[in-house]
């Protein structure tokens, strides 16, 4: 067996991250590569994260330059494998006490959508995009989300293929719905060591009773939002939908509040609302039944439309006869709305992965690719929350040898990254970094952004960490 070349060391404490990944690269263009899309992603954004922003040359006229096209190289055609850099990403989260999973935690599915256009590129199709809003050509990708009231971080992704792509259309045995999608990515976190209370998932699961009974079969218990309006077949006068249910719950005022129960809420900017929370019935749902319906809002009186949520749950209600049988520990209604309130972390994330890390930027056009790129901005999440919680130490004074120093080529094209002109280097952070070679004085850049940890456009870490929302 050769001897394994050194590779040009990455930029600031990225580096101690990279080395994680190393023994998964066949070839130091492999891991070169992923050291500089990393450190392209956590660069400051001051335009779309293309791979000619990641390699640090001009928009358009720059996508032929060597260091693009070996990115390019890297992230289509090069031989590694996406789930493998994945999982080893998730080992690390779970080896490190301070990311761990844990059972308090919830795993939250959903599903992001963004704009694309281009017949050739896979997963495009007309569609929902909650991006935008409306129905418009895009990608859509399932995935899921652990978070507590400390932490939240991505956990898998599966791009949402349609019809038009298979040869058969709807019945072709390889397409699959969102919603028979969502079950295989909450089934691999388990599989791969991840610990939650429930899988949580706002009305776009939450109505399908697929999805309910492929998270059952899959031993998961699951806490997911339904429409007010969501109809559920009964008799007579008896409810029909989650809001009939509520509308028959006895209240009078909050020194008398009948059948509700006064639920404290504590919010990241520490600031703690009250709440009303209490069991309700729906056709064969109830508190004893299989699967029960709570419902938790501000006002009990007018049941607010943005302060009003109708749950669905299969956790068993404490002193309930379904509690010796159920494999699930039971859950009284603080600990419903509490899992719930955790489900709005998957946004957050959906915000630092789009706005800072570039999760919709890529312009290739392969599945393969495409994964990859997700997999890559997740490691790059990843990596935030590792230097925050593991401060590197001071840089040494004197800087070690850069890969101009290292013996011999290293492989076609440029052998190493030369310093960029000192006359090019304003102080702090540049605005335009690719004009004076970003990837020659990257540690710079990157010192910038890990020192928040987070998106500068969104709120920081260290406030994620002090005003974590709690229930």
């Known amino acids: 067996m050769t001897k394994r070349l050194p590779c040009p060391p990455a930029p600031g404490p990225l580096e101690a991250y990279a080395v994680r990944f190393d023994d998964l690269f066949g070839t130091l263009a492999q891991r070169r590569g992923f050291r500089e899309y990393l450190a392209g992603l956590l660069l400051p954004r001051d335009r779309n994260k293309t791979l000619t922003c990641l390699a640090g040359t001009e928009p358009v006229v720059g996508a032929q330059h060597a260091a693009v096209q070996r990115?390019?190289?890297?992230?289509?055609?090069?031989?590694?494998?996406?789930?493998?850099?994945?999982?080893?990403?998730?080992?690390?989260l779970l080896a490190d006490p301070a990311t761990a999973p844990h059972p308090g935690g919830v795993l939250v599915v959903d599903d992001s959508g963004d704009r694309k256009d281009g017949s050739a590129t896979a997963h495009v199709g007309k569609q929902y995009l909650g991006s935008v809003g409306k129905i418009d050509r895009g990608v859509v990708t399932v995935t899921?989300?652990?978070?507590?009231?400390?932490?939240?971080y991505p956990v898998h992704a599966c791009p949402y293929t349609p019809a038009h792509h298979f040869l058969r259309g709807k019945s072709d045995p390889d397409f699959r719905t969102k919603l028979q999608i969502a079950a295989e990515p909450a089934a691999r976190a388990k599989a791969a060591g991840l610990v939650f209370r429930a899988v949580a998932a706002d009305c776009a699961y939450g109505d399908q009773d697929s999805v309910r009974a492929g998270l059952h079969a899959a031993g998961l218990p699951f806490v997911m939002a339904l429409k007010p309006r969501h109809g559920t077949w009964a008799y007579g006068r008896d409810a029909h939908t989650p809001v009939?249910?509520?509308?028959?719950?006895?209240?009078?005022?909050?020194?008398?509040?009948?059948?509700?129960?006064?639920?404290?809420?504590t919010f990241r900017d520490g600031h703690t609302a009250t709440w009303w929370a209490a069991e309700a019935r729906l056709g064969w749902w109830g508190p004893d039944g299989n699967v029960r319906l709570v419902v938790a809002t501000a006002d009990p009186a007018t049941l607010p439309a943005k302060a009003t949520w109708y749950l669905?749950?299969?956790?068993?209600?404490?002193?309930?006869?379904?509690?010796?049988?159920?494999?699930?520990?039971?859950?009284d209604l603080a600990e419903i709305v509490r899992i719930y309130?955790?489900?709005?972390?998957?946004?957050?994330?959906?915000?630092?992965?789009?706005?800072?890390?570039?999760?919709?930027?890529?312009?290739?056009?392969?599945?393969?690719?495409?994964?990859?790129?997700?997999?890559?901005?997740?490691?790059?999440?990843?990596?935030?929350?590792?230097?925050?919680?593991?401060?590197?130490?001071?840089?040494?004074?004197d800087p070690p040898p850069g890969p101009d120093a290292l013996p011999g080529p290293l492989e076609r094209g440029r052998t190493g990254t030369p310093a960029a002109p000192t006359g090019l280097l304003a102080p702090g952070t540049p605005r335009r970094p690719w004009l004076a070679d970003a990837l020659g004085h990257a540690a710079t850049l990157l010192a910038g952004m890990v020192d928040e940890t987070s998106a500068p456009s969104t709120p920081g870490t260290d406030r994620h960490r002090r005003h974590r929302q709690t229930s």
Not at 71 to 92: D, P, Y
Not at 144 to 151: G, I, L, Q, S, Y
């Open 144 to 152: 899921t989300c652990w978070a507590d009231e400390r932490v939240y």
């Open 244 to 265: 009939d249910a509520a509308l028959l719950l006895t209240w009078r005022d909050a020194d008398h509040p009948g059948q509700w129960l006064r639920i404290e809420r």
């Open 312 to 331: 669905a749950t299969d956790l068993p209600r404490p002193g309930s006869p379904r509690v010796a049988e159920s494999p699930y520990p039971p859950a």
């Open 341 to 397: 309130g955790l489900r709005h972390w998957v946004e957050q994330s959906y915000k630092q992965v789009k706005d800072e890390l570039g999760w919709a930027d890529f312009q290739v056009r392969s599945d393969a690719a495409i994964r990859r790129h997700q997999t890559l901005v997740n490691c790059a999440f990843s990596f935030c929350w590792n230097t925050w919680f593991a401060p590197p130490p001071p840089a040494p004074r």
């Open 71 to 92: 990115l390019q190289f890297f992230l289509s055609e090069s031989t590694w494998s996406q789930e493998a850099i994945n999982a080893r990403r998730l080992e690390l």
